[in-house]
């Protein structure tokens, strides 16, 4: 939104909407004014009106009510508290209800300036998490998968195309990258979609509790067999069936999976009885199966097998991009789900979280903004709201450093907000110092590479490691 957002005024001194009105016209605000409440609803019915200056003391106004309502019926528009010096703690108050910043009678003009244009961007920001919300529900998903990145847009027209197919696919990528999830839209994107989805953890089983899980028991097959059990694989008949972990398969059961692969049959545990199945199978692994192979840890004609299709995961920090776009998710999420609200988040939160690594990719990122939503006391989520590791990624850029650098040339003094391991610590500056770099040198790798004295490769790697390869380099 580049535009100023529209204000509207209600307060029942007349002199008060008089020279506010003026002094924000000549801001360069379009301004209007109303001492009557009903009047002021009708013009925020109207949907002509992005930030409200309101004295919400005035007769006819329960403040509380008046509030919450304000946030249900028009949760686009910035609501600023106008209110006398002796009623400053029910302003704050009003703050922690859904006011998004107070003003105290008698107003002075610097005061005003500056609120309204905390105002003005805070409202930007809730266009802009209408606009994410837009792109969630048309574009930009697939299910509950959410993401823009390239990366993202590829696998989802991936998972289009493999969905209406019987092959088998293989989804890699580290833990936390929402490997289930994928499985679970290539189900609901198939003709299976009306059938069961069902997921099998293979490394939560031992190998003996496994087979039976899969291929289920006949009465009397083992100890504590006191009745016939179908098993995943006939439970899922029609549908699809998702092992997880496939890499902790024992090599007795990675020789029964590559029969029931290729023949469709299997024989429950107990019984010489074969089964017939059509079943979908859809495997994950969030370790590399071609090392296990070389290793000779799994065998190459079930690896060979199942890697039909391989839908691959990108971890977070290459799709630094999706940050902003999957927070916003979450939190729609969690507000739903807590009754809390919560309209979005601050510069130094969002800055904070796109410098941060995610090692535990999206499902850290998930658990961190549930945190958030649940601790937060404010309108938005603030750096302290999110977990100390996400914390410490705040800088402040010094206004001068040794050397005479400046401000911005990848030199700054970083300022850590909040104690962390070394390692982690030495690779905010390490960051910052290639990044500054990269831009002197308009991307360009190889001039990059020489003024830092480092090889191509290692730079290379350090720019996927920061989530900076695709960000206008040049080769």
Same mark, same amino acid.
């Given at each position: 939104?580049?535009?100023?957002? *529209?204000?509207?005024?209600?307060?029942?001194?007349?002199?008060?909407?008089?020279?506010?009105?003026?002094?924000?016209?000549?801001?360069?605000? &379009?301004?209007?004014?109303?001492?009557?409440?009903?009047?002021?609803?009708?013009?925020?019915?109207?949907?002509?009106?992005?930030?409200?200056?309101?004295?919400?003391?005035?007769?006819?106004?329960?403040?509380?009510?008046?509030?919450?309502?304000?946030?249900?019926?028009?949760?686009?528009?910035?609501?600023?508290?106008?209110?006398?010096?002796?009623?400053?703690?029910?302003?704050?108050?009003?703050?922690?209800?859904?006011?998004?910043?107070?003003?105290? =009678?008698? $107003?002075?003009?610097?005061? $005003?300036?500056?609120?309204?244009?905390?105002?003005?961007?805070?409202?930007?920001?809730?266009?802009?998490?209408?606009?994410?919300?837009?792109?969630?529900?048309?574009?930009?998903?697939?299910?509950?998968?959410?993401?823009?990145?390239?990366?993202?847009?590829?696998?989802?027209?991936?998972?289009?195309?493999?969905?209406?197919?019987?092959?088998?696919?293989?989804?890699?990528?580290?833990?936390?990258?929402?490997?289930?999830?994928?499985?679970?839209?290539?189900?609901?994107?198939?003709?299976?979609?009306?059938?069961?989805? $069902?997921?099998?953890?293979?490394?939560?089983?031992?190998?003996?509790?496994?087979?039976?899980?899969?291929?289920?028991?006949?009465?009397?097959?083992?100890?504590?067999?006191?009745?016939?059990?179908?098993? *995943?694989?006939?439970?899922?008949?029609?549908?699809?069936?998702?092992?997880?972990?496939?890499?902790?398969?024992?090599?007795?059961?990675?020789?029964?999976?590559?029969?029931?692969?290729?023949? *469709?049959?299997?024989?429950?545990?107990?019984?010489?009885?074969?089964?017939?199945?059509?079943?979908?199978?859809?495997?994950?692994?969030?370790?590399?199966?071609?090392?296990?192979?070389?290793?000779? =840890?799994?065998?190459?004609?079930?690896?060979? *097998?199942?890697?039909?299709?391989?839908?691959?995961?990108?971890?977070?920090?290459?799709?630094?991009?999706?940050?902003?776009?999957?927070?916003?998710?979450?939190?729609?999420?969690?507000?739903?789900?807590?009754?809390?609200?919560?309209?979005?988040?601050?510069?130094?939160?969002?800055?904070?979280?796109?410098?941060?690594?995610?090692?535990?990719?999206?499902?850290?990122?998930?658990?961190?903004? &549930?945190?958030?939503?649940?601790?937060?006391?404010?309108?938005?989520?603030?750096? &302290?709201?999110?977990?100390?590791?996400?914390?410490?990624?705040?800088?402040?850029?010094?206004?001068?450093?040794?050397?005479?650098?400046?401000?911005?040339?990848?030199?700054?003094?970083?300022?850590?907000?909040?104690?962390?391991?070394?390692?982690?610590?030495?690779?905010?500056?390490?960051?910052?110092?290639?990044?500054?770099?990269? =831009?002197?040198?308009?991307?360009?790798?190889?001039?990059?590479?020489?003024?830092?004295?480092?090889?191509?490769?290692?730079?290379?790697? =350090?720019?996927?490691?920061?989530?900076?390869?695709?960000?206008?380099?040049?080769?």
């Amino acid at each position: 939104m580049t535009t100023k957002p *529209r204000l509207l005024i209600l307060d029942e001194d007349r002199i008060i909407l008089q020279s506010l009105g003026q002094f924000l016209r000549r801001e360069g605000y &379009e301004v209007r004014t109303t001492d009557v409440p009903d009047n002021a609803m009708g013009v925020l019915e109207s949907n002509q009106v992005e930030v409200f200056l309101a004295d919400i003391n005035i007769p006819g106004i329960k403040p509380a009510d008046f509030l919450r309502d304000m946030r249900r019926r028009f949760p686009h528009v910035v609501v600023v508290v106008i209110t006398s010096y002796g009623s400053i703690e029910g302003a704050v108050e009003a703050t922690k209800i859904g006011a998004f910043d107070y003003l105290t =009678k008698p $107003i002075v003009d610097e005061e $005003i300036r500056v609120v309204v244009e905390k105002a003005a961007r805070q409202q930007s920001l809730l266009f802009e998490n209408q606009s994410l919300k837009q792109q969630l529900d048309m574009r930009f998903g697939l299910g509950n998968v959410v993401g823009h990145d390239h990366k993202m847009l590829k696998i989802f027209d991936l998972v289009g195309a493999v969905a209406d197919s019987r092959t088998t696919a293989l989804i890699t990528g580290e833990s936390g990258t929402g490997k289930s999830l994928i499985a679970r839209a290539i189900h609901q994107q198939s003709p299976r979609k009306d059938k069961p989805f $069902i997921e099998v953890s293979c490394g939560a089983l031992p190998e003996t509790l496994l087979e039976s899980e899969l291929f289920g028991h006949v009465k009397g097959a083992f100890t504590g067999a006191i009745s016939d059990k179908p098993g *995943r694989f006939l439970s899922a008949d029609g549908g699809t069936l998702f092992l997880d972990e496939i890499n902790s398969a024992s090599p007795m059961m990675q020789v029964k999976l590559l029969r029931m692969l290729q023949e *469709r049959t299997f024989e429950p545990v107990g019984s010489s009885e074969s089964k017939t199945v059509d079943v979908r199978v859809v495997l994950a692994t969030n370790v590399d199966l071609a090392l296990l192979v070389a290793d000779q =840890k799994f065998r190459q004609d079930l690896y060979y *097998r199942i890697n039909v299709v391989n839908v691959k995961l990108p971890p977070l920090r290459d799709r630094l991009g999706d940050i902003t776009l999957l927070a916003t998710h979450f939190l729609r999420r969690f507000c739903q789900e807590t009754g809390r609200e919560v309209i979005g988040f601050s510069e130094p939160a969002l800055s904070a979280m796109h410098r941060y690594t995610w090692p535990g990719n999206v499902r850290e990122l998930e658990n961190a903004i &549930e945190r958030a939503v649940v601790l937060s006391r404010r309108p938005q989520i603030d750096l &302290e709201d999110l977990p100390e590791t996400v914390q410490g990624m705040a800088i402040v850029p010094a206004m001068q450093v040794a050397g005479g650098g400046q401000p911005g040339d990848g030199y700054d003094t970083i300022v850590l907000q909040r104690p962390m391991p070394l390692e982690q610590a030495l690779e905010i500056p390490e960051r910052h110092i290639i990044e500054a770099a990269l =831009k002197r040198n308009h991307w360009n790798r190889q001039a990059t590479a020489a003024e830092l004295a480092i090889n191509r490769t290692t730079l290379y790697k =350090k720019m996927r490691k920061f989530g900076m390869l695709g960000v206008g380099e040049v080769a």
